[in-house]
DNA sequence: CCTCGATCGGACAACGTTGTCAGACAGGTA
DNA sequence: TACCTGTCTGACAACGTTGTCCGATCGAGG
C-alpha cells in the first residue's frame, strides 16, 4: 500500500480511500491510485483491515457439515455459499464425521480465525463447546438438528410428521407389518423418524412390533444385513420404512438379492439421484434442502446485521414423492 | 490477550509465549497464564498473528470448484479436507459453474484474504487472472483440467486413455457403430474424451461417423434427447460412450423409455452411486477421486514447505469397471 | 485583494499479535 | 564479595490497514 502510494504520489491514507470506494477523493488522484494498483498487482489484504475496522468483520462463515462429500451436506453448503456470495463472504467448510472431538476441534479453528458466524449440523451432545461459542458473540444457526438450547435459531425438516406420512402411506395400501429401519438413536433425526413411524401405528390402531424395529443401523451394509434379517423371519414384513438414504440403498439392494423388491413395499426418507430409474422407483420422504441452507444463511446475515430478538425454530415440510416402491399393495 | 497478561500478573509477551507452546517460560507462570486464558475465554486471533509472524501464513487455502455440491467435486474436497487438516488448515471452497466472471470473483476473494495456497479445477480460458495469482507467488495446483501454463502443478487423469478403454472394451463385443455423446468441447476433459473415441475406433481399423456424434450434450435433458435422436436414425448406434455423469444419466433414461436398454451396449465416463443398482448396472470408466484430491493437496504443501523444482504433472489412471451394460454384445 | 466556508489530503495512532533485544535474576566460580 | 554465565521475562516496535482529526487548498463573495 506505501509502494503504491508513492507511485500516485498520495499518502497512504488517500490510497486507502480509494480502494474501499470511500467518498472524498477527487477525480485526477483517482484514477491515478487506480492505475498504481494495476501497475503494482496490489491485493487489498482483508486481514489486516478487519484487524483495523471497527467492526472487525473477516467477511467469512464457518459451515461445520457431516461430511462435505455427502448430498445432503453438499447441497446444503451450495445453497449456503450462494446467499454467503452476495454478501462478498466466504464459507469455510468442515467435516464432523459425527465426531464430537472433530467438531470441536473445527469449531476451535473457526474462532481463532475470527468467522463473522457459524452454521452448524450439531452431533449428538457437545453442546459445551457450542455454549462456548455463544459466550463469544458468534452469531450461530443450526440446522437439520435441532438446538440443544432453545435460545439458538434453527432450521429443521418436519422429520416426524414425514415418517408419519411414510407409514400411514403403506397403511392405506393395507400393510399392517412394516418395517423399521433407523440410524442410531442418539440422532435427533433419527430418533424422531422413529417417533413418527409409531405415531403413524398407533393411529391405526397397530400394535408396535418390536422384532419389526431395528434401531441402530449406520450404514449401507448394515440395512442390507438387516433387511435380510427381517425378511427371513417367520412373519416377515410386507413393507418397509427406511430412516435414511443410506439405509434405503441397503434395504434395496438386499430386496434385490431376495427377488422381494416388486413384492415389499419400500419408502425412504431423503431423496436421492436415480432414485426413479431403479426398478421399482423409490417412493420417498423429501426434504428441501437447499431451502433449509438457503434460510439458515437468511438467518445468520439477519443476526449479523444486528437483528435481535427471540430465537427463531424454522421447521420446513416435507415432501412424499410416489414413485412406486411405497404404492405397492399389501398381498 | 493484554487482559489475560493482567490477570495471571506477566506481560502480554509471556502470554504470546505460553499460547504458541514456545520454550523458555517456567512451571509457576505457565500454568497461571493457562488459567488466566481459561477464566477469561481468550481465543488466541490468528488473523492477528498471520500479520505480524514472519511467514504471514493464514493457514487457509482457497479450492475452487466447479460445483461444492455435485460428487466429484464434493469428493475432491473431502480429500483435500482430510490432508489439510493434518496440517491444521482450513479450506475455503467456492464453486464457479465454469464461469470465468465468477472464477475471477472467487480467486480475488481468496486473494484478499491472503490464502496461503489454492487448488483450483479451471474453467475453460481465464488464464490472465491465474497468472496474477502465480506473479503474486502463491501456490497453485490445477486439479481436474491439465493448466494452461506447463509450468504449474498439476493432477488430472488420463481421459483419453480411459475413454479409448471405454470404446474398445465395446468394439471387442462386436459393436462397430459406437455413438458419443460429450460434453462442450472447449472442457479440456471433454475434448480429450472425444479424442480417445477417435483414436480407439482408429486403432480397430473403423471410420469415424459423424453422424453418430454428439459433442456440445451439457446436462441429462439434452443427453437424453440426443440419445433419442441418435437411435431415431435408420442405422442408429448399437453401443454409447458418454462422456460424464450427467450424460451417461440422461442416455439410461432415453434407453429405458426405448426399451433399448438391454439391446444397446453402454459405457460412461464417471462411476456415480447406484449404477451397480440400475437394470442393466452400468459399466463405467471410474476415476480415482479421492487420490487426484490427496495428489492436488499433498503438492500444494510440498509447495507451502518451499519445495523448488519443476512442476509436477501427475496424470492418474482409470479404470474400467464391468457391470453389465457395457458387456451387452452386439447384434 | 482579502476572508470565509466547504472540501479534500495526510500525519498519527491503534487493531492484536510476535520478533528483537536488553534487562533481571539465580546460581556457580574465583 | 565480586563477577560471570545462562535462563527467563518484558518493553518496544512493527505487520498492513483504517478511524480521527487537523491543516491545507480552492472557489466564491465582498
Same mark, same amino acid.
Given at each position: 500500500?506505501?509502494?503504491?502510494?508513492?507511485?500516485? *504520489?498520495?499518502?497512504?491514507?488517500?490510497?486507502?480511500?480509494?480502494?474501499?470506494?470511500?467518498?472524498?477523493?477527487?477525480?485526477?488522484?483517482?484514477?491515478?491510485?487506480?492505475?498504481?494498483?494495476?501497475?503494482?498487482?496490489?491485493?487489498?489484504?482483508?486481514?489486516?483491515?478487519?484487524?483495523?475496522?471497527?467492526?472487525?468483520?473477516?467477511?467469512?462463515?464457518?459451515?461445520?457439515?457431516?461430511?462435505?462429500?455427502?448430498?445432503?451436506?453438499?447441497?446444503?453448503?451450495?445453497?449456503?455459499?450462494?446467499?454467503?456470495?452476495?454478501?462478498?463472504?466466504?464459507?469455510?467448510?468442515?467435516?464432523?464425521?459425527?465426531?464430537?472431538?472433530?467438531?470441536?476441534?473445527?469449531?476451535?479453528?473457526?474462532?481463532?480465525?475470527?468467522?463473522?458466524?457459524?452454521?452448524?449440523?450439531?452431533?449428538?451432545?457437545?453442546?459445551?463447546?457450542?455454549?462456548?461459542?455463544?459466550?463469544?458473540?458468534?452469531?450461530?444457526?443450526?440446522?437439520?438438528?435441532?438446538?440443544?438450547?432453545?435460545?439458538?435459531?434453527?432450521?429443521?425438516?418436519?422429520?416426524?410428521? *414425514?415418517?408419519?406420512?411414510?407409514?400411514?402411506?403403506?397403511?392405506?395400501? *393395507?400393510?399392517?407389518?412394516?418395517?423399521?429401519?433407523?440410524?442410531?438413536?442418539?440422532?435427533?433425526?433419527?430418533?424422531?423418524?422413529?417417533?413418527?413411524?409409531?405415531?403413524?401405528?398407533?393411529?391405526?390402531?397397530?400394535?408396535?412390533?418390536?422384532?419389526?424395529?431395528?434401531?441402530?443401523?449406520?450404514?449401507?451394509?448394515?440395512?442390507?444385513?438387516?433387511?435380510?434379517?427381517?425378511?427371513?423371519?417367520?412373519?416377515?414384513?410386507?413393507?418397509?420404512?427406511?430412516?435414511?438414504?443410506?439405509?434405503?440403498?441397503?434395504?434395496?439392494?438386499?430386496?434385490?438379492?431376495?427377488?422381494?423388491?416388486?413384492?415389499?413395499?419400500?419408502?425412504?426418507?431423503?431423496?436421492?439421484?436415480?432414485?426413479?430409474?431403479?426398478?421399482?422407483?423409490?417412493?420417498?420422504?423429501?426434504?428441501?434442502?437447499?431451502?433449509?441452507?438457503?434460510?439458515?444463511?437468511?438467518?445468520?446475515?439477519?443476526?449479523?446485521?444486528?437483528? *435481535?430478538?427471540?430465537?427463531?425454530?424454522?421447521?420446513?415440510?416435507?415432501?412424499?414423492?410416489?414413485?412406486?416402491?411405497?404404492?405397492?399393495?399389501?398381498?
Amino acid at each position: 500500500m506505501r509502494d503504491v502510494a508513492a507511485l500516485a *504520489g498520495v499518502s497512504v491514507k488517500t490510497v486507502s480511500r480509494v480502494v474501499n470506494g470511500e467518498a472524498g477523493v477527487r477525480e485526477p488522484l483517482t484514477s491515478r491510485v487506480q492505475k498504481a494498483v494495476f501497475l503494482l498487482d496490489y491485493r487489498h489484504n482483508l486481514t489486516a483491515s478487519s484487524l483495523r475496522r471497527s467492526d472487525g468483520k473477516t467477511a467469512s462463515i464457518g459451515l461445520l457439515l457431516e461430511d462435505v462429500a455427502n448430498p445432503f451436506s453438499s447441497t446444503l453448503h451450495r445453497a449456503i455459499e450462494d446467499f454467503a456470495r452476495a454478501r462478498a463472504t466466504l464459507v469455510f467448510a468442515g467435516s464432523s464425521d459425527e465426531d464430537a472431538d472433530r467438531e470441536r476441534e473445527l469449531l476451535r479453528a473457526f474462532a481463532v480465525r475470527r468467522v463473522d458466524g457459524l452454521i452448524i449440523v450439531p452431533t449428538n451432545r457437545n453442546q459445551e463447546s457450542l455454549g462456548q461459542e455463544r459466550r463469544l458473540g458468534t452469531p450461530l444457526v443450526f440446522v437439520d438438528r435441532p438446538a440443544g438450547f432453545a435460545n439458538v435459531d434453527s432450521v429443521t425438516s418436519d422429520n416426524r410428521g *414425514g415418517a408419519e406420512d411414510a407409514v400411514r402411506h403403506m397403511l392405506e395400501r *393395507g400393510h399392517r407389518r412394516i418395517g423399521f429401519l433407523g440410524d442410531l438413536q442418539t440422532i435427533t433425526t433419527a430418533n424422531e423418524r422413529y417417533r413418527g413411524y409409531a405415531d403413524a401405528l398407533a393411529s391405526a390402531g397397530l400394535a408396535l412390533d418390536p422384532a419389526l424395529v431395528r434401531k441402530s443401523v449406520t450404514d449401507t451394509d448394515a440395512a442390507d444385513a438387516a433387511t435380510m434379517d427381517l425378511l427371513a423371519s417367520a412373519t416377515p414384513p410386507t413393507a418397509l420404512f427406511t430412516g435414511q438414504n443410506l439405509i434405503t440403498i441397503g434395504a434395496v439392494r438386499a430386496l434385490r438379492r431376495l427377488g422381494a423388491q416388486h413384492r415389499v413395499a419400500l419408502v425412504g426418507f431423503d431423496d436421492f439421484t436415480l432414485a426413479d430409474l431403479l426398478e421399482p422407483a423409490i417412493t420417498v420422504i423429501a426434504q428441501e434442502v437447499t431451502e433449509m441452507g438457503r434460510k439458515a444463511a437468511e438467518l445468520l446475515f439477519s443476526r449479523l446485521d444486528g437483528e *435481535g430478538g427471540e430465537a427463531q425454530h424454522v421447521v420446513m415440510q416435507t415432501e412424499l414423492i410416489e414413485r412406486g416402491s411405497g404404492e405397492i399393495q399389501a398381498p
